[in-house]
């Protein structure tokens, strides 16, 4: 299985940024205002400041190697399609698009966020900044006017400004840090609605249990960290959701139970048109 590795996939000028074993869009960040708080900032959050010592090395092997490394020479793709390795990033898990072009990616398995940045458009990564570390499973990020918002387990954080201090990436503030600590289904998928709200999965902190009213759910926030709610339940893990343009009704994803094989049970995508709905977990 490839891990490490974000795989761009082009088309006749159409490209598509992907880790292969988990993909999630960024939040939608039209017609929204900024809003920069006041809230506390987070010291324990380890950034490299001085000199760009916060690079993460990239191979200096040809396309043609980094293709046979990763084995993508075996991969099948449609006809006019083809595939190479766009940056290579420890533990990559989910990531979201910057204003100006930057990839962000957080990881699950490890406690670093990364944005990865292609300055002369080639297809391939130029600079890979390792933005912060110390944290305990930074696996969501989402994007929302200049700033990059990280979910851990437990809290969410912001950092305002990204895209002009990746090499001095400022200190985090916390703008919720209320969330579940269970490690079991606690890393966070995160996008920005277009009600300009944050949503933050949580998922059941089990395999198979009943679970309380703050697990296995589909919760939102202002993006200052205020007015949480619970927008659905009964879902056991969400991996992934986008709206739909035209109704704005959530799309999502819902992991099913593990350890009965392969093919069951079925895993789901769900539309939820209105808060308050219910899918069954």
Known sequence: ???????????????????????????????????????????????????????????????????KKY??????????????????????????????????????DKNDVYAVLDQNNDGRADKVYRIASGLNMPCGVAFRNGSLYVAEVSRITRYDNIE???????????????????????????????????????GAPCNMCLPDSIHACIARMNPDGTGFEVFARGIRNSVGMTWDP????LWFTDNGRDNLGDDIPNCELNYAPKAGMHFGY
């Open 1 to 67: 299985m490839l891990r490490h590795s974000l795989f761009s996939c082009i088309k006749t000028g159409f490209a598509i940024s992907a880790i292969l074993f988990s993909t999630i869009n960024c939040g939608n960040n039209s017609g929204e205002t900024k809003n920069v708080d006041e809230k506390k900032t987070d010291s324990s959050v380890s950034t490299i400041t001085t000199n760009e010592k916060n690079i993460e090395e990239q191979s200096s092997l040809t396309e043609e190697e980094l293709n």
């Open 71 to 108: 084995d993508l020479d075996k991969i099948k793709l449609p006809a006019g399609f083809s595939i190479s390795v766009y940056a290579e990033v420890p533990n990559a898990r989910s990531m979201c698009w910057g204003a100006e072009g930057t990839l962000f990616v957080g990881n699950r």
């Open 164 to 202: 002009n201090n990746l090499a001095n990436p400022p200190k985090p503030v916390v703008i919720y840090d209320k969330l579940p600590t269970e490690k079991h289904h606690g890393w966070k998928f995160i996008a920005f609605g277009p009600d300009g709200k944050l949503y933050v999965p949580i």
């Open 246 to 249: 035209q109704t704005k009704g």
